[in-house]
């Protein structure tokens, strides 16, 4: 179960770090059934306007390039939003088989024409796939928004339907990271009245997590996005 950072290519947008404890608890629940808003909608309310511009390209091939993935490859998105990830596996494996879940309504109908057929609307914690059914199972930013036992079953299946798998999720290795997370994040928490923090999704340092993987029975690889 290595640490591998396979989305470093991807490119950090600007302003990728500031407050969101402005937003309700409300807001919090309605943007974990993920909106229109929360992909196109203001910006405080997340992407700000999520469209295709090729970002996911290099990401992709270090993905084709790590697992030695070939157009004879079966691979499963998991938190696919619009499929722009498999569409550029796609263009780099003409033939490559791909599927993506999502728990978005809104992203799934306005996924990108070439993989929309290939995407449907599914929790992470409820995969209706075989064992071994893919060769590649990845989830990048998708696990941890879960409560803790659906996210520990979102890994169990990830772990049980993939021959190799790859999960991305959000942490933090020092206090100031934590803090800075616990202001970006959209949907996995909130501070109360009292100034307590109270989980809406799963959230752990990275050696939590590292724990968690391995009371879930994961083998695969893994890396963290930190809030820098």
């Known amino acids: ?29 309605w943007l974990r059934t993920y909106p229109k808003e929360f992909f196109d909608g203001d910006r405080k309310y ?18 084709v390039e790590y697992y030695g993935l070939t157009s004879g490859s079966k691979v499963l998105d998991v938190g696919c939003a619009k499929g722009f990830f498999l569409h550029d596996l796609r263009k780099l494996l003409p033939g490559i088989t791909v599927r993506g879940v999502d728990l978005s309504e809104y992203a799934i109908a306005n996924a990108l024409p070439d993989v929309k057929t290939h995407l449907s609307v599914c929790c992470a914690s409820e995969l209706p796939f075989g064992n071994g059914e893919f060769d590649l199972v990845v989830a990048i930013g998708s696990v941890y928004t879960l409560a803790r036992e659906r996210c520990r079953k979102a890994i169990r299946d990830i772990e049980r339907i993939g021959k ?24 996995s928490g909130y501070y109360d ?29 893994y890396s963290w996005t930190i809030i820098e």
Do not use: C
């Open 1 to 29: 179960m290595p640490e591998v950072n396979l989305t470093a290519k991807y490119p950090k947008g600007k302003g990728t770090r500031f407050d969101r404890t402005y937003l309700t608890v409300q807001d919090r629940h």
């Open 46 to 63: 997340g992407y700000g306007g999520y469209s295709y511009d090729g970002r996911w390209l290099p990401v992709a091939r270090d993905f």
């Open 164 to 187: 190799r798998k790859y999960i991305q999720v959000a942490s933090w290795r020092s206090d100031e990271e934590r803090d800075r997370f616990r202001e970006w994040q959209l949907v």
């Open 193 to 221: 009245d009292l100034g307590k923090w109270v989980d809406l999704g799963t959230t752990f340092d990275t050696r939590g997590w590292e724990e968690f993987f391995r009371e879930a029975g994961y083998t695969g690889e």
